[in-house]
């Protein structure tokens, strides 16, 4: 049984800085595509960055380029989400998520592809 738990979360003044854990148990990182999610009160939930299995593809919605990086740790079985110069707009619950269906070298950032879901740690940003 694979399980997914994210941590890090926190509150956080504009401006500053979170780096998120994603944590997989159960079998090895390097099976499975990552992404991280957020949801913000009474929104859908969206795509923040993705990985691939291989590490070498990565993705970022427009909102977070240049300012967060997602990076893996296969022999920590650790996904992170380093998040920069956050702004009150970042709150929400980060969720992070397996694909355990897509090559090596693909990401996803749709929602419904993903396998494997977390329970999601709050991120608030402080103005």
């Known amino acids: 049984q694979v399980q997914v738990v994210e941590s890090g979360g926190g509150l956080v003044q504009a401006g500053g800085s979170l780096r998120l854990s994603c944590v997989i148990s159960g079998r090895t990182l390097s099976l499975y595509a990552m992404g991280w999610f957020r949801q913000a009160p009474g929104k859908e939930r969206d795509i923040v960055a993705a990985i691939s299995r291989s590490g070498s593809s990565t993705s970022y919605s427009d909102s977070v380029k240049g300012r967060f990086t997602i990076s893996k740790d296969d022999a920590k079985n650790t996904v992170y989400l380093r998040m920069n110069n956050l702004k009150p707009e970042d709150t929400a619950v980060y969720y992070c998520?397996?694909?355990?269906?897509?090559?090596?070298?693909?990401?996803?950032?749709?929602?419904?592809?993903?396998?494997?879901w977390g329970q999601g740690t709050q991120v608030t940003v402080s103005s």
């Open positions: 998520a397996a694909d355990q269906r897509l090559s090596e070298t693909r990401v996803s950032t749709t929602t419904g592809e993903y396998d494997y």
